[in-house]
């Protein structure tokens, strides 16, 4: 099974911040990656797929890049609406597989 | 709207089994592929398994740890999807959603998903 690895697992931040989620692949899985957004008690919502594509209604301020084993999250300027847990999925083989979360929170 | 309502969960001892249900609506059911997904107490998503779509055989497939209890139907008449999960197991335990996914892998819609605790 293909491992991920998300870091940090959590991450103290303030509203304006540029953030930064890592999730790391046990081996390549080209560009075959997607990140969520859960809030407590919520449905899990779609950001970005394929590494860096972003889902229709997702605010610009989202974004993803990386491809083999390496993905980056980014949200360019923190909003109070983004704090959340974020997670990533890699869909290049079965079984499909997530990271373990980041969880943003308010400093 | 798309909406997924997942429905059946609850309590059941260790070796029971139990039925949930997804009622899908606000898109065309049978052309998508469709997920189980779950996240037991305190960890993280964990991939259930699959039904394709009916261009696709209505195929399937599972996660290691579910395979020969957990079955995946759908009716798409009922635009429903279904989760027989026997032989169950207290590291069963999780809030299962119902995912909607594109044939290529990602989940583009969830559920809000239902409560399954497997405890005596």
């Known amino acids: 099974d293909i491992q991920m690895t998300q870091s940090p697992s959590t991450l103290s931040t303030s509203v304006g911040d540029r953030v930064t989620i890592t999730c790391r692949a046990s081996q390549s899985i080209s560009g075959w990656l997607a990140w969520y957004q859960q809030k407590p008690g919520k449905a899990p919502r779609l950001l970005i797929y394929k590494a860096s594509s972003l889902q229709s209604g997702v605010p610009s301020r989202f974004s993803g890049s990386g491809s083999g084993t390496e993905f980056t999250l980014t949200i360019s300027s923190l909003q109070p609406d983004d704090f959340a847990t974020y997670f990533c999925?890699?869909?290049?083989?079965?079984?499909?597989?997530f990271g373990g979360g980041t969880k943003v929170e308010i400093k | 709207e798309v909406q997924l309502v997942e429905s059946g969960g609850g309590l059941v001892q260790p070796g029971g089994s139990l039925r949930l249900s997804c009622a899908a609506s606000g898109f065309t059911f049978s052309d998508h592929y469709m997920d189980w997904v779950r996240r037991a107490p305190g960890k993280g998503m964990e991939w259930v398994g699959r039904s394709r779509n009916k261009a696709n055989s209505y195929s399937r497939e599972y996660a290691a740890s579910v395979k020969g209890r957990f079955t995946i139907s759908r009716d798409d008449s009922q635009n429903s999807l279904y989760l027989q999960m026997n032989s169950l197991e207290t590291e069963d335990t999780a809030v299962y959603y119902c995912?909607?996914?594109?044939?290529?892998?990602?989940?583009?819609?969830w559920g809000q998903g239902t409560l399954v605790t497997v405890s005596s």
């Open positions: 995912v909607r996914s594109d044939s290529s892998g990602y989940c583009t819609f």
């Open positions: 999925q890699q869909y290049s083989g079965y079984p499909l597989t």
